[in-house]
């Protein structure tokens, strides 16, 4: 008797995620929310208390992350600047999507003029690479938060709204929609009430994970001096005040708001594909 | 015997499937033969094939030997393997148009073994690969080796991937469903194509074996000079293609025969009732059993075996075998 | 290909005209008098100071008018003057851009060098490797730019001393060393990008029939890897980087700033914040042409590599991660 084995290679599929990682990436997300709420209660000091005599103190027991030039305590600010830092893409998906989701639906529904006009926005938008429309919304408006997340809101409604169009045209097909069109129902009413419902799943899984890049993208810009300025507590614009000190050998004001960023963004796509995964099933 | 397969079972790992994707599974295939394997989809005729090949699914285990002029498939070490896939055997597959690397050229996909297996000079592959596709009925063959698949037709891709699989000479050609993608005037012409290179092969001596694998029994009976019938990963009957199409012996041969219209018949055609198990469908008994109209209760529990069918009862390729247990009944009322 | 050219070019144009209109006409869409924003600064203005603004920008003639002579003047190469430095911005522009063509091009090197080879890696090897990869690819694509920029200099600048944090280089394999963790921070996001679209792009090869086949007939391993599925693989690959490295030229905003580089990106971030509003637009109409045209580019040669895809009938892509 011989036994073999297929010595052939056999493709490689997209595994779906262990859970394991997503529910460690989620249990961490849950932590870095209830830090950031009660981020007074937990902060060890002020996130704004000058103590010059202990500026770029490595981790002590007092200053479990260090502190920066002006001896500002990093854990503190850290937890603080969650703050900002969670607030500020939350605000942008909310305008992106009101706008996004709006404009999908119609150019979806309506077609016509509706749908070129989308699609010619789209194409314009899609001509500025990464923040450069976001950049040039600035040079114009002048910088600060308020700016920023209203510009990258514009950014990224068209991306919403194609996504939306594409979702919605599948979702027109559907003979539920004929039904309530036969009722006499009419089309603002049925894309209010039936469409835009059943689609939702699948447009807030797309947020998910479109909410870590949103946070790299307003992390950037403070970093740039464009978004959150000082005195706001805001960890792109930490990095940016701690930068100077590393040349000097002082790492951590830097890192620590960094790594900040990196893992609340790594967390976020862990979260964002699995999501994105669930509610988008069925379609 | 070019192909022998013995008793052949490949099981997937435990708790991929309830039962082996092919059991016990005994066939042969002569020099200057054509044998036919029909079956419906999931019967198992594919993975026969690919079995010749040693293309099993991941993870499979393999009993039983498949030998090639003598030789075990199973044992052979990789080098041999690849001289066993290039040289001997060829392979014919359902769909040219997937079968065919889009992005490759037309010449390419005959030069290569040209070139990789008979060792030829770039200039001379060009040149045979050429005269390979004339010989398959294919026009101005210069011009179709610059174009690439998604130029051509069906028809002419299928004679492109049958110039190919004859390239290299080989002893053994296996057509799954190698006709079942193209329309009936092209299938015509590609089974007349396969008929005369055979006869062509035979009279030159080195007669080449075909194992031509279809899930259309009246196409298998008319083509072939003998049949194997597969159900559920096992042989369930081999005739010589006359004896089946004019007396089959198991049940799922006949109700295979009765649901294919055919002309000058006029009863209705009758559909076998049920479905085909499946691979996490576990058997025991006769596999046929719940779609079989004569099951008895003992059938539950019979192993299947081959039962001889005429002769001296040696069960040799002349006269075929079935693997029913209520042979001699089933005989007696086709009579 | 021929078909499909007019109709690309075509859109090439319209897309450039669109981005550049908006680009100029930016101005009049902010609060306030234009001229004063032209004239890069926020504090009060004599209406002498203002009137001269006006007749230097001819803001009294129609918008369409302006915007026909500022892209005439570009387009012959008089892109205005710079506030700030009392320079021609096209001399300012000019001195900055071999820095970042350089950097671009350093990091195009690393992205493809290591994005493609490490999904090849992540195809053919499976378990650990591809694990491996996947989860460096996941982290990689969520660094920001400027905190990658910040965590090198940290380590391989301060802490271990083996690249320069500041200056330029003097001669090439100077100017290599300076340059390579500005080039490695301004590739990471990407080479997260390439390295899926590999891995991606190779599992969908692999997955093919003709691999089957080619396998029946007996071709060996590294033969059906080489010829059927990365050759087949290759189209997406190619694209994919043609469109990352063209969407770099937005990242050195980021990336200069961070390593205080002195290039076209950095220029634009002090142009914005010194409100020098001839200079920004010179830098954004600039990358915007870089990234259309690239992008174009692209498009074009893909149905030379893939002769499955029809010229001109796919519609273009944006490159995912639109962090600059």
Known sequence: MTTVTAGALIPVRVRARRPVPVMIAGGFLALVVVAAVCAPLIAPHAPDAVDLSASLAGTTSQHPLGTDASGQDLLSRVLYGARSSLLAPLALLALAALLGVTMGTVAAWRGGWVDTLLSRVTDVMYAFPGLLFVVLVIAVFGDGLTTSIFALGLAYAPTIARYTRSLALAERSKPYIDAYRVQGMSGTRICVRHLVPNLAGAIVGYLVVLFGEGLMSLATLSYLGFGAGSPSIDWGLMVQEGQDAVVQGALLPALVPGTAIAVVVVAFNIVGVRVSDRLGKGR | MLLDIEDLTIELPAGAAARPMLAEVSLRVGRGEVVGLVGESGSGKSTTARAVLRMLPEGARASGSVRVDGEDVLAMDPARLRRHRSRTVSMIFQ??????????????????????????????????????????????????????????????????????????????????????????TTQAEVLALLRSIQEERRRAGSGIGTLFITHDLPLAAAYCDRVYVMYAGRVVEQQPARGLFADPKHPYTRGLLECSPSLGDDREPRPIPGRPPSLSDALTGCPFLPRCARAEAECETWAPVAVPLGGDGDGSERYGFAACRRLELVSRSSA | MIRGLPRRIAGLFATLLAASFIIFAAVYAAPGDPAVLLSGSRQELTPEKLAAVRAEHHLDEPLVVQYGRWLWDGLQGDLGRSFQYRDHVADLIGARLPTTLELVAYATVFFVVLGVGSGVLAALRRGWVDSA????????????????????????????????????????????????????????????????????????????????????????????????????????????????????????VVVETAFGLSGIGSLLVSAITTHDFPVTQAVLLLMVIGYVVVTTLVDLVHPLIDPRVAPGGKPRSKPEGKTA
């Not at chain 2, 148009?97 to 390419?108: H, K, L, Y």
């Not at chain 2, 998604?150 to 004859?166: C, D, N, T, Y």
């Open chain 2, 95 to 184: 769909d040219p148009r997937s079968a065919m690397n889009p992005v490759r050229r037309i010449g390419d996909f005959l030069t290569d073994p040209l070139t990789r297996v008979l060792g030829l000079s770039r200039r001379d592959a060009v040149v045979k690969a050429a005269e390979l596709l004339a010989s398959v009925g294919l026009s101005d063959p210069e011009r179709r080796m610059r174009q690439r698949p998604h130029e051509l037709s069906g028809g002419m891709l299928q004679r492109v991937v049958i110039a190919a699989a004859l390239s290299t000479d080989p002893d053994l050609l296996l057509a799954d469903e190698a006709t079942s993608a193209l329309d009936a």
């Open chain 3, 133 to 252: 990869v996947v989860g460096g690819t996941t982290l990689a694509a969520s660094v920001p730019a400027f905190v990658a920029a910040i965590a090198l200099v940290s380590l391989f600048g301060v802490r271990l001393g083996w690249f320069p944090v500041t200056g330029q280089g003097e001669g090439l394999a100077g100017r290599l060393h300076h340059l390579t963790l500005p080039a490695f921070a301004l590739a990471l996001s990407a080479l997260a990008v390439i390295s899926r679209v590999t891995r991606q792009a190779m599992a969908e090869a692999y997955a093919s029939d003709h691999v089957e086949a080619a396998r029946a007939s007996g071709q060996s391993e590294r033969q059906i890897v080489v010829q059927h599925v990365l050759r087949n693989a290759l189209g997406p690959i190619v694209t994919m980087c043609g469109l990352v490295m063209a969407g770099m030229l937005a990242g050195t």
